[in-house]
């Protein structure tokens, strides 16, 4: 079940920075947090996964707090490519385990 | 990252035939693929579990009989709509687990008239 809560949605201008928020009070020690992105009518993308330490790669930054309570996600220079349902899912990694989706937040980049 | 491919895309089919669709790992192999559900602006519900050479895990609420899944070998999943009716109209997507990640396929909309 998803354990997760993030905004419905959220606008941000093309080029500047978006910063996805997504609170998740009862993650587990051994949980990750995930981040996928779907477009409309495609499968959802992978963006990042992270366990406590900030993660980056060429897609997006992961924020994790200390507590581990929250995280979000950063898209440095936002593009209208980026327009998307942008989902946050917590898990164990490397069991097998399922990935359970929540209502995601739909970002939308405005020119 | 790796490639899933679903197929078929997009398929229509009449009130009480069965429909098949199948989900591929192109590049990897693939013990554990997930089968989800999504309904317009709504959010991807996990149907189902699928492992090799295993019987699939279904979700609280949704019917094996009715969505019958198959995972023979390490790259095919396939689910079977079997007697389709109007309300199981919906856009149905695959994963295909390489853990720590899923890879997902594009989806197949699926159309019962």
């Known amino acids: 079940d998803a354990k997760t809560t993030q905004p419905p949605s959220m606008d941000c201008a093309e080029g500047r920075a978006a910063n996805l928020p997504c609170n998740h009070s009862t993650i587990s020690g051994n949980e990750y947090v995930y981040w996928y992105r779907q477009i409309h009518s495609q499968g959802p993308q992978y963006i990042i996964h992270?366990?406590?330490n900030n993660e980056t790669n060429e897609m997006a930054s992961l924020i994790i707090t200390e507590d581990r309570k929250s995280s979000t996600l950063i898209l440095p220079h936002a593009t209208l490519r980026d327009t998307a349902v942008y989902y946050c899912i917590v898990r164990v990694a490397n069991t097998g385990n399922q990935f359970y989706f929540g209502t995601g937040t739909s970002l939308t980049v405005i020119p | 990252g790796a490639v899933v491919s679903q197929h078929p895309s997009r398929v229509i089919c009449k009130s009480g035939t069965s429909v098949k669709i199948e989900c591929r790992s192109l590049d990897f192999q693939a013990t554990t693929m997930f089968w989800y559900r999504q309904f317009p602006k709504q959010s991807l519900m996990l149907m189902a579990t699928?492992?090799?050479?295993?019987?699939?895990?279904?979700e609280q609420g949704v019917e094996k009989d009715k969505f019958l899944i198959n995972h023979a070998s390490l790259t095919l999943s396939t689910l079977t709509v079997t007697s389709a009716h109007p309300e199981d109209s919906s856009f149905y997507i695959c994963s295909a687990l390489q853990d720590p990640e899923a890879f997902f396929g594009q989806g197949t909309r699926l159309t019962v008239v």
């Open positions: 992270g366990l406590k």
């Open positions: 699928s492992n090799e050479g295993s019987k699939a895990t279904y």
